[in-house]
C-alpha cells in the first residue's frame, strides 16, 4: 500500500525532531545548557553577543568559569590561545567551544576566539564584522610600610578596559597581531633572617654559626638556652661576646630580638645581657657596635663600642671604648622579650614590644654597609670569693632580620591591543607606598625611606569602560584617619573584590573572574597591619582576579618590629574576539 506524501512529510518532520534532540542533548552537555533547533542560527547570533556584553548568559559562563579545555570532545575547536599564568587560565571553558562548534553545522554562526596570551588572528571566511573585548593587566600593589604615619601599601590599579561592536572586516587586514600583557608584580624587599633556638646538647661551643669576640672565653648552652660560660672561685664580672656568622643581613635597616630566661646558676642583679647590631666583619679602625644592655635591677640603655670589646668584656658602658648615649631605669627581667632596631642612623631599644629608649647617630659614626651588619648578643657573670658563681638572664632564643621598611612599589601591568595601535588599553600603574584615609583621599606617605610626594594606590589603565574599575584594595595602616582596616578590591563584571585582611586572617583576599560576561575580574582585597608589638609579617595583599583585576597592597607594620605585607601581583590581560557571518 503507497504511503502519501502528507505522512511522509509528516513522519520526516517526527524523524527529524527526535533525531534533533538527541543531537541537541550531545551538544550541550558540556555545558548544562538547553538549545532550540528550531531557531538554531537566531539564537546563537543572541547567544554570542550575550556572553560578551549581558548577564543572560550568566549560566553558560558560569557552567564554563572552570571547566577544563580537555572535557571537551574530540575535534570540536578551541579557539583558545593559552594562558601565561593566569589566575584562572581555563576561563573560557565548553561554552565558547560549543558555539564555535556549531560553526560546522550552520556556517553562519559567531566564532569566539579567547586570547590569553599574544598570537595572531586570521579572518576566518566570510567574515562581516567582529567585536572585541579588551582588558589590559592589573598593576601590582605596593608593600606596606612602617611607622605611626599610616604607610600601608597602595594596591595596584585595574588594566584598562574596553569593548568595540561591529568592527567592519573591510576595515582589518587578513591576519591581526593579538598583544596580552602580564600583570605587574607586587612590592616586595629582600629580606633575610636567621634564628638561633640553642635546641642542642650543653656544651662549652654553640656553633659554627657563631663567632666569639671575647676573646677565648665562651658562652654556653645549659638546657636548650645560652648564658654565660663556666667560671672559678673569685673571679670578678666578666661578659661573653658573640657575634652570628651564619649569613648576612641584606639591608641597614634591621632588627636584633632575644627571649631572656632564668640562668642555670643564681641569678645576678647587677650583671648585662644584652644584643648589638653593626658589628663588623673584621674589626678595624672606625668600627663601633650599638648594644642594648639592661640588668634586673637598676635599668638598661644603649651603650657603643668602638673597636673590638676588651677584656673583662663586660657591658656596663664604663670599659675601654664605650659610652652610654641612652638610658632608662626600666629594668630587664628574666622573662622579657628584648629587641634593638636599627633604621638607618636610628637605634631603638625595647621591652616587649615597647619602646624603651632611643638613639639617632646624627654623626653617622656608626659604619652601615654589607661590611658592617653583624649580629650578636652578650651575658655576663661573676663568682666572689667562698661563694658560687651568678649569671646575668640567658637567652632562650636569638634573632636577627632585616625589616622591610622601605615601601617598595608594584610594577605596572602591561597593555593589550588588537592590530596594532589601531585597538588597545593601558595596563594598570602599580600601587605605592601608602594608603587612603576614611573619608576616601589619598595620601601621601611620609618618612625619608618612603614615597613623599605621590598618591598611594594606582592608577587604572586606560580603557571605554572607565565606570567598572577593579583596582587592589589599599592594605591597612592601623592608625586612625590612614584606613585603619584595609580596603576590599574593586568590583569586577558581575564579581565582587577581594575582601581585606582582618585581624584573624592577615591576609587580603584575591579578586575572582568575571562571572556572565568577558570582561575584567575583581581586584584583589588589602593586607592588614601588623600591630605594635608584634614580630611576625603584616598581611599580603590579595591577587588580582583574572583578567585585568590589581593586586592588593600589603598592610603596614606599625612599630617597625615586624615585617611589613607583600604587595599582590594584577591579573594577566586577555582579548576576545566574536567573528560576525551575516
Known sequence: MALSGQFVDAFGEGLFDLVGAKICDIITGATGGWINLSSWSAQLRSDATNAINNAAAAQLRADAAHASVSTVSAGVSAN???STGSTDPNAVGPAVQLLNATIQAVGSAPQIDVFNQSGTWKAPAGLKTIDLVLVAAGGGGAQGGWGATGAAGGGGGAGGYSVFSGIPASSLPSSCAVAVGIGGS?????????RDDFNRADSTNIGSNWRIDSGTVSPQIINNAVECGPMSSGNGENGRWATWNGGSLLTDNYIVQAQLVAPSNAEATDNFTGVYVAAPNSYGAGTKLVCFVGNVSTGCGIITQTNAPTSPYIANG??????VVANSNVPF???????LSRVGNVFTGYINGSPIVTWTDTGNTVLSGSGNRGWGFITEGNWPIWQRQYDSPAIDWVQGRDLGVQSQPGTSGDGASFNGAAYQVTGGAGGVGGGTDSGGTTRPASGSWLNTDTAWNGAQGSG???AVNPAGGCGAAGVAGRTPNGQAGG????????????????????GTAPSGAYGPGSGGGGGYYLPTGSTGQAGAGGVGGFPGGGGGGGGATVDGQGSNGTGAAGAD?????????T
Open 186 to 194: 607586587g612590592g616586595a624587599n629582600a629580606l633575610a633572617s636567621f
Open 464 to 466: 571605554n569602560q572607565s
Open 318 to 323: 664604663a670599659q675601654t671604648g664605650q659610652t
Open 573 to 581: 590581560a586577555q582579548v576576545v574576539v566574536t567573528s560576525h557571518f
Open 491 to 510: 568590583n569586577g563584571i558581575n564579581t565582587p573584590g577581594g575582601a581585606a585582611g582582618t585581624a584573624g586572617s592577615l591576609n587580603g583576599k584575591p
Open 333 to 339: 627581667t628574666n622573662s622579657a622579650l628584648i629587641a
Open 80 to 82: 583558545v590561545t593559552g
